[in-house]
């Protein structure tokens, strides 16, 4: 059988498990009303819609999203955006939110999350299990991981990319042999283990695994049964297999054999930075790569408009990224990322900004390094990000300067969905 075929068999039995389930605290009041991978990124996405695309444009149709924390908005994208594959043909995105299906408890954590759905996973009867985070912005083709962990034996594959050493302490880190066998699995060290051969580079949890359906089984229910367990992955199942089992690190790189791009987006910097890659002239994250669409829900809208050409109203976007259904009535934009249906009016400057779905910005605003949250109407003269002072009375500012603005933090009490 050609490399090609075995592959495609591979990916056909394997089941993909999208854990979505998280609260994404650190995002602040950006996750108030939405599960963390509900939030928007990149313009017209939602942060999910990047695992999807990696599964679908990977060949893996089999599909379950496990959701809990308000997970309305998470579940409604999901129906509308992923509702073309075809159950007859072997293809689904199935949601699998918290049941207590088990007892009366929601889902105690990423292990437990599995656990709580064994019964569903033995009836899909895959070859191959991947459990992936649903929170995190990248585009990885699956297969070659997939094809690595099967012909290498190992009870277990586990993603991981290259950082920065002192940057890692904020992941679970590994530490390899020559042959890129786990020997130690830490969670966010102080002192993160180097890479052999390279000193100052360490290897980066991506939260990406890879098992055999009955391996995983077991050792969930050792899991289950463990009364000391946090019942997470990362902390627990992971670290207790490295003696015993064969754990094998598979790193993320590109075309060129350097760090693959992938950014945990779980606090506001690193959102706010993830988005501000997009505005590179040739940003490392490529969303203009027909051979790798990343899918989405995006309503119809008219094109952007740009208006008025006059000296200090002119509609205009340098370095941006403006979404469909946009109106820069006047108003100047650069190095930001501008949703759908967002209303700039004129003389307004927005700089080094998020700017999310549906956002009215009034005349004579000026707005620097923020995020504006779903449906904020911004008041005429508003000024944010210039002095921090005044902008920690009404909003939240985080280490790095970046201001976060909600509805709630305006007045504008909407108690909806986002």
């Not at 277990?156 to 940057?167: I, N, S």
């Not at 993160?192 to 391996?215: H, T, V």
């Not at 779980?266 to 706010?272: E, I, R, V």
């Given at each position: ?22 609260e ?44 809990q ?14 509702s ?41 009867n ?27 034996g ?39 283990e ?59 790189v ?9 950014r ?32 989405t ?5 008219p ?90 009375k ?25």
């Amino acid at each position: 059988m050609k490399k090609f075929d075995k592959v495609s068999e591979l990916t056909r039995n394997t089941l993909a498990l999208v854990l979505a389930g998280g609260e994404g605290s650190r995002l602040k009041e950006l996750t108030q009303w939405r599960a963390k991978p509900a939030v928007p990124f990149g313009g017209k996405y939602r942060i999910i819609d990047f695992v999807l695309s990696n599964c679908v444009n990977s060949d893996i149709r089999r599909i379950g999203v496990l959701t809990q924390y308000k997970s309305h908005s998470l579940i409604r994208h999901i129906q509308r955006a992923w509702s073309f594959m075809r159950y007859e043909v072997g293809e689904f995105v199935e949601l699998l939110p918290a049941q207590q299906r088990l007892g009366k408890e929601w889902y105690q954590g990423t292990a437990n999350a599995l656990y709580q759905n064994l019964d569903i996973l033995r009836r899909h009867n895959p070859e191959y299990v991947l459990v992936l985070g649903g929170d995190h912005i990248y585009a990885m083709d699956y297969r070659d991981m997939i094809a690595t962990h099967a012909a290498s034996g190992a009870d277990v594959t586990v993603g991981c990319v290259e950082v920065p050493r002192m940057e890692a302490t904020g992941f679970g880190v590994m530490s390899v042999n020559n042959d890129l066998r786990v020997t130690r699995f830490t969670e966010k060290p102080a002192d993160p283990e180097a890479i052999p051969g390279k000193p100052d580079k360490a290897l980066a949890s991506m939260g990406i695994y890879i098992f055999s359906p009955q391996f995983l089984f077991d050792k969930l229910i050792e899991d289950h049964d463990d009364p000391h367990s946090s019942k997470d992955f990362g902390k627990d199942i992971i670290p207790s297999l490295i003696a015993n089992s064969h754990v094998q690190a598979y790193p993320f790189v590109d075309d060129h054999g350097e760090p693959g791009y992938w950014r945990d987006v779980g606090t506001l910097a690193s959102y706010w930075n993830a988005n501000m890659d997009l505005c590179s002239i040739t940003p490392e994250l490529n969303l203009y790569n027909e051979d790798w669409p990343i899918w989405t829900y995006q309503a119809q809208m008219p094109p952007a408009k740009f208006a008025f050409d006059d000296e200090g109203r002119r509609g205009a976007a340098i370095d941006s990224m403006v979404s469909a259904g946009c109106i820069l009535s006047g108003s100047r934009v650069k190095r930001s990322i501008v949703f759908s249906g967002c209303f700039l009016h004129s003389y307004s400057f927005i700089k080094d900004s998020v700017i999310l779905p549906q956002v009215d910005i009034g005349r004579d605003c000026r707005i620097t390094k923020a995020i504006i949250d779903k449906s904020c109407v911004i008041a005429p003269g508003t000024i944010i990000g210039e002095d921090r002072a005044e902008d920690e009375k009404r909003f939240y500012v985080d280490e790095n300067g970046i201001v976060l603005v909600t509805p709630d933090m305006l007045g504008q009490h909407l108690h909806m969905v986002r």
